[in-house]
């Protein structure tokens, strides 16, 4: 299973917020790059880098930052989310070394849209759906929709998208622990992966998602979690390596 690192851009800086309230954060790092280096040195297999002020703003405001990351790290596999919301940011990100890209909030505003993108950037295009009760959130968790996690999902995935990245909000930065039975429902619903992520703050967290791995949960992105040290990332990757 693949454990990825989270790395979130707030005003140039790497931050963690708690439940996506951009007013409640806590600063890890002035220099993201520095962030990724000591992921990258610990042994990450992938990074997962989220522009805040991007998915409030509707467009990147982050980009140099990401840039630069994925420029020093040109053999590692980056997905990147926040503000995504054409194919002209597709594109630049892609241009500058990034592997995937993460749609969320157009991808429910604008399904098709989606499809679009899997069309002409295919490989590269996850879909992030942020969810509480079974429902998705948008516009930087700011509103709840109407719409049902696993039929968004089932829809995304009849569209090509590359895999699902999954998160419950209501545990997103509180170390409470990973909603492994929502992440497994919905996995078990669709065929391409799901990527958990919101909560996984103990390598029990991590034990019980590899113990679902062949349900369909491909890996599991980890933010306050390292940053406290509660988890240490190649403690953790020797964990799965040996599951």
């Known amino acids: 299973m693949l454990l990825i690192p989270a790395i979130d851009l707030k005003d140039g800086k790497c931050v963690r917020l708690r439940q996506g309230r951009m007013e409640d954060e806590t600063v890890f790092a ?20 989220v522009d805040l002020n991007g998915a409030f703003a509707g467009k990147p405001v982050n980009a140099e930052v990401i840039h630069r990351i994925a420029e020093a790290y040109p053999e590692l596999p ?6 995504i919301r054409d194919e002209d940011t597709v594109q630049a990100y892609l241009d500058a070394g990034v592997q995937y890209v993460i749609i969320g909030t ?17 490989g590269h295009i996850i879909v992030g759906l942020d969810a509480k009760d079974g429902k998705v959130a948008i516009d930087g968790w ?8 696993i039929d968004m999902a089932q829809r995304f995935e009849d569209d090509g998208v590359e ?3 999954y998160t419950d909000i209501g545990r997103d930065g509180m170390m409470k622990g990973v909603n492994v039975e929502a992440t497994a429902e919905l996995a078990n619903a669709i065929s391409i992966p799901v990527i958990a992520s919101g909560g996984v703050s103990t390598l029990d967290d991590i034990r019980a998602l590899a113990a679902r791995e062949d349900e ?3 890996g599991a992105i980890i ?11 190649a403690e953790a990757n020797r964990l799965v390596d040996g599951a």
């Open 106 to 122: 157009k991808a429910v505003s604008a399904p098709h849209f989606v499809n679009d993108l899997c069309l002409e950037f295919p």
């Open 223 to 233: 933010g306050r979690a390292l940053y406290e040290g509660s988890i240490d990332l």
């Open 163 to 165: 895999a699902i990245v």
């Open 216 to 218: 369909g949960i491909m």
């Open 30 to 49: 002035d220099d993201p790059l520095e962030m990724a280096k000591k992921w990258v040195d610990a042994g990450a297999r992938r990074l997962h880098l």
């Open 78 to 83: 980056i997905q990147v989310g926040g503000g």
């Open 142 to 149: 700011s509103k709840l929709s109407h719409h049902s996690v």
